[in-house]
Nanobody, 113 residues
Framework: QVQLVESGGGLVQAGGSLRLSCAAS??????MAWYRQAPGKQRELLAS???????YYADSVKGRFTISRDHAKNTVYLQMNSLKPEDTADYYC?????????WGQGTQVTVSS
């Protein structure tokens, strides 16, 4: 059974930092990614990382967020710095195989001004 479990969300003041973790089990993923969805908005791809180390960042988080992956632990991280109130959203981890994408249950991030 494939599982992705996010952790690390919470309430933080603007300018602060949080580190999200996504522990995967049941599969080895070709790529893993972080998305977020704010109320009333579409889910947005923030960052992704492939097994080979290719990294993508959305413009909205470039320079502030860093994605990393621990292959031994099958875990992907999202270090979020200089957080802004507009970063408030539910954050989701996704793991992609050659067949399909899998999703975690999400973790909430709230940034107060």
């Amino acid at each position: 059974q494939v599982q992705l479990v996010e952790s690390g969300g919470g309430l933080v003041q603007a300018g602060g930092s949080l580190r999200l973790s996504c522990a995967a089990s049941g599969s080895i993923f070709n790529a893993m990614a972080w998305y977020r969805q704010a109320p009333g908005k579409q889910r947005e791809l923030l960052a992704s990382i492939t097994t080979g180390g290719t990294i993508y960042y959305a413009d909205s988080v470039k320079g502030r967020f860093t994605i990393s992956r621990d292959h031994a632990k099958n875990t992907v991280y999202l270090q979020m710095n200089s957080l802004k109130p507009e970063d408030t959203a539910d954050y989701y981890c996704s793991g992609m195989t050659s067949m399909r994408a899998y999703w975690g249950q999400g973790t909430q991030v709230t940034v107060s001004s």
